[in-house]
């Protein structure tokens, strides 16, 4: 299902090049356009919501627009994906950021501390927590800062959100970064909402780290990655929660699921990966390099990969699904490996791929050892 589809330029200008030409500068830190200080609350009358939602929203000033950003299982920059129809959405998978509604779900979850707008554009739009809708006709007059403003007509295809003195920040389109545009309302301008403004904002993580969300009842994180170990805390429901860092551990199974990952918190104690929503792998976060690793399962083999933003994908090529990210050098146990897809990066040229654990693939580049590592069988 597209999250969102705002209408985009087909000139199909990316398609001649080489995708691995053009790695390095899609993989360009997510910040590369310089913070836009037009960017903010340019009006008053906003509720102290509204003005945070503002805030939280240009603070991702510069990030790629991407497909499918945004809405992962915590509101937040993802990679995104092709869409399928749209030749500027191809290098979107290699994109950290936010499609349009993906970058208003961020910005009122960090407002209120609830994912209150999880959905498309369209939903957005019909969304019950909605306390005003301004009709197109009204045009931005009546708009106060933090309002979205939609556009399509009978389907919503895009959404931005309202600044004041007739400006807006939105995530426009593939291979555009978020930016501060002047207001549209004309055309399939459909009118705005106002968001309810309930709800505490939610703090900083701790340290560094990155909040996720856990799911489940009655989940309980230990003072070591293991279920034997004393419990430190107990969430009675959901609850967010500030990763450090996280490491193959204990093998645990509950809820139909198994996983040997832990996830260690601010306030050092660990949680079983199972209960924190995302994938068994979380994305963008750091291995913790401790000494708690078990032996690799399977006939796997642990290799240690280097370099930083390295990715795994679901296939042994650089244009298939990013499965994982590695901020760092992380600790990895490949099963097999195959020549593939031949990949020229950081001065080296490789067509040797790793398999590792999790069925995911990395070029064997961004992996300590020889070309074709030893002692590996071929897959």
Request: glycine residues 12%; contains cysteine; proline residues 6%.
């Amino acid at each position: 299902m597209k999250i969102s589809s705002t209408r985009r330029r087909t000139s199909g200008g990316l398609l001649g090049a080489s995708v691995l030409a053009l790695t390095a500068f899609f993989s360009a830190p997510a910040h590369a356009a310089a913070q836009d200080t037009s960017c903010g609350v340019l009006a008053p009358g906003a509720s102290a919501t509204a003005q945070a939602a503002v805030n939280a929203a240009c603070s991702q000033i510069g990030v790629w627009y991407s497909w499918g950003g945004g809405h992962g299982a915590t509101p937040g920059a993802i990679y995104g994906y092709y869409d399928g129809s749209d030749p500027d959405s191809l290098h979107d998978n290699e994109r950290k950021g936010f499609d349009c509604s993906g970058l208003m779900r961020y910005a009122y979850w960090k407002a209120t501390g609830k994912d209150l707008l999880n959905g498309t554009s369209n939903d957005q739009f019909h969304s019950s927590q909605a306390t005003a809708r301004f009709s197109a006709a009204q045009g931005a007059a009546p708009l106060l800062p933090g309002d979205l403003m939609f556009w399509g007509n009978g389907h919503i295809h895009h959404v931005a959100m309202y600044l004041g003195g007739g400006q807006m920040v939105e995530a426009y389109e593939s291979g555009t970064h978020i930016r501060v545009a002047p207001v549209r309302t004309g055309g399939d301008y459909a009118g705005a909402i106002r968001v309810n403004g309930s709800g505490t904002p939610t703090p900083p993580p701790a340290n560094g780290g990155t909040t996720f969300e856990t799911w489940g009842t009655g989940v309980r994180t230990h003072s070591t990655p293991s279920v034997r170990s004393a419990v430190v805390d107990t969430f009675a429901g959901p609850t967010q929660v500030s990763v450090q860092c996280q490491q193959h551990a204990e093998t645990v199974t509950a809820e139909g699921y198994t996983n040997d990952i832990w996830a260690k918190l601010a306030d050092g104690s660990w949680l079983t990966n199972i209960y924190i929503k995302g994938p068994a792998s979380l994305p963008g976060i750091p291995d913790c390099g401790g000494s708690s690793t078990p032996p690799p399962s399977g006939g796997s083999k642990p290799f240690q990969t280097w370099g930083t933003g390295v990715r795994t994908h679901s296939e042994p090529n650089v244009n298939a699904g990013v499965v994982d990210y590695f901020a760092q050098p992380t600790t990895v146990n490949v099963v097999c490996q195959a020549h593939a897809q031949e990949v020229t990066a950081d001065g080296y040229t490789n067509d040797a791929w790793a398999k590792l654990t999790d069925g995911s693939w990395l070029t064997n580049i961004y992996i300590k050892g020889p070309a074709w590592l030893s002692d590996v069988p071929t897959c």
